[in-house]
């Protein structure tokens, strides 16, 4: 996949060297065409909408290369018109057409590949034949030839974004946060810009949002309150430094401005759901073992109940603080826990009540299901998300107020 990404760029390089080197040269001074300057402003604007359109789940991959495409196209054709004898292109305008022609040539090119080509047929051997013998070294001397050109001409802040997007590409995160940052100081009030930088920039420093990330995507928020990208960040800086109610306040945000039931929605609702296990268990709740006697929690609306075992040549292989999770999840519905109970290793087997005081999220509780699925997992990250190396285990459906549930964790997660 990465020499096929690189070979991309070796092909789409040379594209934008023959069609946008004319653009980049100095013409003689001429008057200003103010209508060039509007169309692009207006492409811009609608490119942003389409990228927003897209990252809200509101058009697919396919109908967004379309709409790419044809803004590439009327974009030629509109800046085509620049080069009448009667009124010639002025040199900031040349600058700024190329920088948004080098943004809409790879990414409507990519785009259409995916929705229309063949990706998985594209062996390596084929990408190498049809990049006519480009080589990855010839694509970091391209990306060289662009950094120089950008020290002769460094108030150019598109040119920056560009160099800043092709270092990203070939995994140089630190030259990428480089240029991003030069693309920011031109460019300061762009939100989408501000959350790109706090990306590569987190990716240069270990893939940690902590400081100077966070930060940019904090800016990102003042700006562009509703940024998905902001909002997806925010919430895993602050998971990182373990505030799990500021994550979840970030990604419930998040997850009001997608699509219902769509992939990413699920992923969000996932992550929120995690972040409020840890909520749970971290102090920032009472906790819940308070709710384990039978005799609290017999006048409980809605519970299910019952015992957690263990080989022992399952329990030999963790250590006794090891995290267990004890959770049920609706038969028939969505899977996210409807109640999360926290347990170690060193307690096992252990008996369990679960009840809608542990519910993970608003409306999804056991009182609102009639059957449900009882789990176990071992957890050697400490988080509810399944990993390798875990061992789980389930019951059959049961009623909610089923009282002798019996759950065995043996199943290795794979």
Avoid: C
Wanted: overall charge neutral; charged content about 20%.
């Amino acid at each position: 996949m990465t020499l096929f990404v690189l070979l991309a760029i070796a092909l789409t390089a040379i594209m934008l060297l023959v069609g946008l080197l004319p653009l980049l040269r100095r013409p003689a001074p001429a008057k200003d065409n103010s209508t060039d300057k509007v169309n692009i402003n207006i492409y811009r604007d609608q490119l942003r909408e389409l990228d927003e359109d897209l990252a809200a789940g509101t058009i697919d991959q396919a109908r967004h290369a379309e709409a790419r495409a044809e803004l590439e196209r009327r974009l030629l054709e509109d800046t085509a018109a620049g080069d009448s004898p009667v009124v010639a292109t002025a040199p900031r305008a040349g600058k700024l057409t190329a920088a948004i022609l080098a943004v809409l040539i790879p990414i409507g090119v990519t785009g259409l590949y995916f929705a229309v080509g063949t990706p998985a047929g594209l062996a390596p051997e084929q990408a190498s034949a049809d990049a006519h013998g480009v080589t990855p070294q010839q694509v970091e001397e391209m990306v060289e030839k662009l950094a120089a050109r950008m020290k002769e001409s460094p108030d150019n802040g598109e040119g920056w974004v560009m160099l800043g997007r092709s270092y990203a590409a070939l995994d140089r995160y630190a030259e990428a946060a480089s240029a991003y940052a030069q693309a920011v100081a031109q460019i300061p009030r762009d939100a989408q810009l501000l959350v790109d930088y706090a990306d590569v920039l987190a990716m240069s420093q270990g893939r940690k949002l902590a400081g100077e990330p966070e930060q940019l995507v904090l800016r990102a928020l003042a700006i562009d309150p509703v940024n998905p990208k902001a909002l997806a960040l925010a919430g895993t800086a602050a998971f990182e430094r373990q505030d799990y109610a500021t994550a979840v306040k970030h990604w419930r945000k998040l997850a009001a401005s997608l699509p219902a039931n769509s992939e990413i929605a699920d992923a969000v609702q996932n992550s929120i759901a995690e972040a409020q296990a840890l909520a749970g268990t971290s102090g920032t709740k009472p906790s819940v073992a308070k709710k384990e006697p039978a005799s609290k929690s017999a006048a409980a609306p809605a519970q299910v109940s019952g015992s957690i075992d263990i080989p022992a040549a399952v329990k030999a292989r963790f250590a006794p603080d090891d995290t267990v999770f004890i959770f049920a999840r609706a038969a028939d519905g969505p899977a996210v826990p409807l109640a999360v109970l926290r347990k170690r290793v060193a307690d096992l087997p252990v008996k369990f009540v679960l009840d809608d005081s542990m519910a993970m999220a608003p409306g999804m509780n056991l009182s609102k299901f009639g059957t449900v699925i009882v789990g176990a997992r071992i957890s050697k990250s400490g988080k509810p998300t399944r990993q390798p190396g875990d061992f789980e285990g389930f019951s059959k459906t049961v009623k909610v107020g089923t009282g002798n549930v019996t759950v065995l964790i043996a199943t290795e997660v794979r």
